[in-house]
């Protein structure tokens, strides 16, 4: 079945700067690649995802980049901000019903 | 905006109970799913449920869990005899069929504690 690895898991960083996730995945039919932001305690919410057919997409701070000849793809947060803390998680969707494969995620923390 | 609802928010059960968990997924949606989410880790996929039947399940998704869509609305998760290891997170989500969209919301989620 589909792996997907995810990397770091904890980031930390200062108010301002910019925060890189990244995520490689197995299954070369995957072809939608959702990222969610999860708060303590909270819903997974998807904050960005993009399709196989396309190379990078972007959303005010956040942009998402995918390789899919290396199979990897990644989160881009810039200017980052307190309330950006949380867990990201990276998944990939693939199988007849479209599951998602979620990585292992990045508990980001971003300093004041 | 529609949102997926469930149903209780915290669950606590002896061990060998059997408890439901309830799921309310968004109206115009076919596809529905269960993940869970042990404290600490990654969400990992049950089941998942089309067209009143099952479609896909994960080695989790053992003979001692079910699921049912017993009316238009609810979708239920069944776990017959429950186990320590039971104790976890559970996210109901669902998306629409077909067209372009794939996107699967989550629900609050259940969090169920097996004592």
């Known amino acids: 079945g589909e792996n997907v690895e995810q990397h770091p898991s904890t980031l930390s960083v200062q108010e301002g700067d910019s925060a890189v996730i990244k995520c490689t995945y197995s299954?070369?039919?995957?072809?939608?690649f959702p990222w969610y932001k999860q708060e303590l305690g909270k819903r997974p919410q998807l904050i960005i995802d993009i399709r196989s057919n396309v190379g990078e997409k972007k959303d005010q701070r956040i942009a998402v980049t995918l390789n899919k000849t290396a199979k990897h793809f990644s989160l881009h947060i810039t200017e980052t901000q307190p309330e950006d803390s949380a867990v990201y998680f990276c998944a990939s969707e693939g199988g007849s019903a479209r599951q998602l494969t979620f990585g292992s995620g990045t508990q980001l923390t971003v300093l004041p | 905006e529609p949102e997926v609802t469930q149903t209780p928010s915290h669950q606590v059960t002896q061990m060998g109970q059997e408890v439901i968990l309830r799921c309310v997924p968004i109206s115009n949606h076919l596809y529905f799913y269960w993940y869970r989410q042990i404290l600490g880790q990654k969400v990992e996929f049950l089941v998942s449920f089309y067209n009143n039947e099952i479609s896909e399940k994960s080695e989790i998704f053992d003979d001692q869990f079910s699921v049912e869509r017993p009316d238009g609305s609810n979708f239920t998760l069944k776990i017959r005899s429950t186990k320590l290891e039971d104790s976890a997170m559970y996210f109901c989500a669902s998306s629409e069929s077909g067209g372009i969209t794939y996107e699967q919301y989550f629900g609050p989620g259940t969090r169920l504690t097996v004592t």
């Open positions: 299954d070369s039919a995957s072809n939608y």
